[in-house]
């Protein structure tokens, strides 16, 4: 009986963790995907200023 339950829990702890991490690899990338986005834009935006200035 302890030991099923025992089994039980550890395996929704695994399942857990799993969607955890899962979650928290997303969550970094998806997170690089807008910094770089957001950093080409202030290229554009610097260049076109640069530019108008000329």
Known sequence: MIVSSFLSYLLLFLILAVVAVLG??????LAKKKNAK??????DKTAEETSAQE
């Open 38 to 43: 957001n950093a080409q834009k202030d290229e």
């Open 24 to 29: 928290a690899l997303l969550g970094i990338q």
